[in-house]
């Protein structure tokens, strides 16, 4: 690339670890980061990094240097003043209650000014600095907060807790209608992500980086189970995903159970919480496993009864890398254009959920048919050497409006 010549430099800064990982989040991390590496000179930030396996700065990111740990505070709103304050004020500091002190950012403001391009991975990394406003950056928003809120809405009881999340989404609205004037460049997850945002700021440049997974290195080939299985992976520490699967737990298994009695559930995933501990017979936990794919090409289908959260979820293009069936809610296969019995199944309710795994154990042929279409589509849009060209153009776009390497 002709903007590599110039060899720009760019400072990456995340909370999470750029690293190889079964965690969704920190595969984008690394992914994003490496293409950055195909335009210039990257170095990390790394904000109060979430190390959950005690492994040793060096190990989390040896792909790139280092500059900087920032370890932010927690800063959350107190009482009614505070409060009303981050509702109501949209320019207000610290809106995800945690910060960097201001004397220690002014001092990373000079440290930053030495990079032509800043990258923010995730929006939450950009708003533990006060007040800023960032020349030369992008920001990549793979979760946008009024999404989280809308879908959480779905899920709300009584009055009083609806009455918060609205709060929580008036908030929050006012806020992300003011992104484009504080980047220069916004990313997001999927189509719908970016019309939201250019309705609400019509002057913001949005670019759409969907979130990918790795490439197999051979067409993957399937081997059912018998009894047959179905499979869910994520962190269950996650509330989308230990909300999502205690759902379908109580509310779709016994169902299906009652159909194909042999049936066997396998969980993939941390669960330092045990909130899985006690969910009955024939629910295998098995952790993080060495070789997920091992696994996986065992299941009749994969289950993503995800009914809260924001941005795309990697699982779900982790099923199509793998050649296996999908079963996804709605909501958990936002983002991604894939069209029920088509690429997927999609269903929302317990029954139909349960009736769409139903088709996918007990009609293979049929099922085989739908992933094979789901992995074709996968190769051409989600795998992150197809995604990679759209960090460039976000790069080079950011680095031809700050007037950096212009014409290169």
């Known amino acids: 690339m002709t903007a590599k010549l110039n060899s720009p430099r760019i400072l990456y800064v995340t909370e999470t670890a750029p690293k190889d990982s079964n965690f969704g989040g920190e595969v984008r991390c690394l992914h994003i980061a490496r293409a950055l590496a195909d335009v210039g000179q990257v170095e990390v930030a790394i904000l109060g990094v979430e190390n959950r396996t005690g492994e040793s700065l060096t190990e989390i990111a040896s792909e790139f240097p280092v500059v900087c740990m920032i370890g932010p505070t927690y800063r959350p709103k107190k009482g009614i003043a505070e409060k009303l304050q981050w509702t109501l004020d949209p320019r207000s500091d610290y809106p995800y209650g945690i910060g960097i002190d201001p004397d220690v950012a002014d001092n990373l403001q000079r440290v930053f000014q030495r990079y032509d391009l800043i990258w923010f991975f995730r929006l939450r990394a950009a708003e533990a600095f006060p007040d800023a406003i960032w020349p030369r950056s992008v920001v990549d928003i793979d979760d946008l907060p009024t999404t989280y809120e809308q879908a959480a809405l779905q899920t709300a009881e009584g009055p009083g807790e609806r009455f918060t999340i609205y709060r929580r989404l008036f908030a929050w609205k006012r806020r992300e209608r003011l992104l484009g004037n504080r980047f220069t460049i916004l990313s997001v997850c999927s189509e719908e992500d970016r019309q939201y945002l250019s309705q609400l700021s019509p002057k913001a440049s949005v670019h759409v980086i969907p979130n990918g997974f790795t490439k197999p290195a051979r067409k993957p080939e399937r081997c059912l189970a018998v009894p047959a299985r179905i499979g869910f992976i994520g962190l269950f520490d996650f509330l989308p995903n230990r909300d999502g699967i205690?759902?379908?737990?109580?509310?779709?298994?016994?169902?299906?159970?009652?159909?194909?009695?042999?049936?066997?559930?396998?969980?993939?995933?941390?669960?330092?919480?045990?909130?899985?501990?006690?969910?009955?017979?024939?629910?295998?936990?098995?952790?993080?496993?060495?070789?997920?794919?091992?696994?996986m090409k065992t299941w009749s289908a994969m289950v993503v009864p995800i009914r809260i959260g924001a941005g795309t979820r990697i699982k779900i293009a982790h099923g199509f890398s793998e050649g296996c069936p999908v079963v996804s809610t709605t909501f958990g296969a936002y983002g991604y254009g894939a069209v029920d019995?088509?690429?997927?199944?999609?269903?929302?309710?317990?029954?139909?959920?349960?009736?769409a795994c139903i088709r996918a154990i007990c009609d293979p042929e049929s099922a085989s048919r739908i992933s094979e279409t789901a992995w074709r589509m996968f190769l051409k849009q989600w795998t992150w050497e197809s995604i990679r060209p759209r960090v460039w153009s976000a790069t080079e776009e950011c680095l031809r409006k700050s007037n950096i390497f212009a014409g290169a």
């Open 246 to 295: 205690l759902w379908f737990i109580n509310n779709c298994w016994p169902n299906i159970k009652s159909r194909v009695p042999q049936l066997k559930l396998r969980l993939i995933g941390e669960d330092e919480g045990g909130w899985l501990s006690h969910c009955g017979p024939d629910i295998d936990r098995l952790g993080w496993l060495a070789n997920v794919s091992d696994e």
């Open 341 to 355: 019995g088509r690429e997927i199944y999609l269903a929302d309710s317990p029954s139909d959920f349960a009736d």
